[in-house]
Every structure is written in structure tokens, then in C-alpha cells.
């Protein structure tokens, strides 16, 4: 279900490339004695000026706003991370223990 969720939502961000590309065709070197002719393919994207300017909004967001937001959540959650895993490491543990014994052993000191 995600995955078909996530396919709609890219295929509604990318609708303004689907309805307004074209490809344009440029003929080239026509040779009638042998009937060839090269032909060169253009794929051009020309969207109206404010479609364009929402699909340049919502690209940079997704390219740009997105990943460096991940990123920044990343390099500030490790930390954390590292702080709560050393306090549930096995030889914080041990120490833990190993003074609560001492504790009991000496209880005036």
C-alpha cells in the first residue's frame, strides 16, 4: 500500500513533465539518391510560466530540502544515540553492578 501511495504521489509532482513535454524532430542530410535521411530527436519540456515556477518550487524541495533535512536529523540524532547505547553498553553495566556490590559490602564509606 505504501509503495503504490508513493508511486501516486511521485506520478502527481511529475504530472506537469507529462503533459507538457514534446518531442521535436530536425531532419538532417536528406539524400535523395539513396532516400536516407537522418533524422534528430529533441525532447523539450515547455510548461507555462507559473507551472513552471511551482514544478522549479516543488523540485528544489525535493532535491535539495528534503536530503539536507535528513541529514541534519542524522548527524544531530547520533549523539543521542551514543549517549543512550553507552549507557546500556555491557561494561557500563558491569561497572554499575560491580559498584552497587561495593555499596553493600561498605555501607558506611
Known amino acids: 500500500m505504501q509503495v503504490i501511495a508513493s508511486m501516486a ?3 502527481v509532482m511529475l504530472w506537469p513533465l507529462f503533459a507538457y513535454s514534446q518531442v521535436s524532430s530536425l ?3 536528406v539524400n535523395v539518391t539513396l532516400g536516407t535521411v537522418k533524422v534528430l530527436r529533441k525532447c523539450t519540456f515547455m510548461p507555462p510560466p507559473e507551472i513552471e515556477l511551482g514544478f522549479g518550487i516543488v523540485s528544489c524541495i525535493a532535491s535539495y530540502a528534503i536530503p539536507l ?3 541534519i536529523y542524522w548527524y544531530v540524532s547520533v549523539p543521542f544515540f ?3 547505547r553507552a549507557g ?3 561494561a ?3 561497572f554499575v553492578l560491580h559498584f ?3 555499596k553493600k559490602k561498605f555501607p558506611n564509606e
Open 9 to 11: 504521489l511521485v506520478m
Open 27 to 29: 531532419y538532417f542530410n
Open 69 to 71: 533535512g535528513g541529514m
Open 82 to 84: 551514543l549517549r543512550k
Open 88 to 90: 546500556n553498553s555491557l
Open 92 to 94: 557500563c553495566g558491569k
Open 100 to 102: 552497587e556490590k561495593l
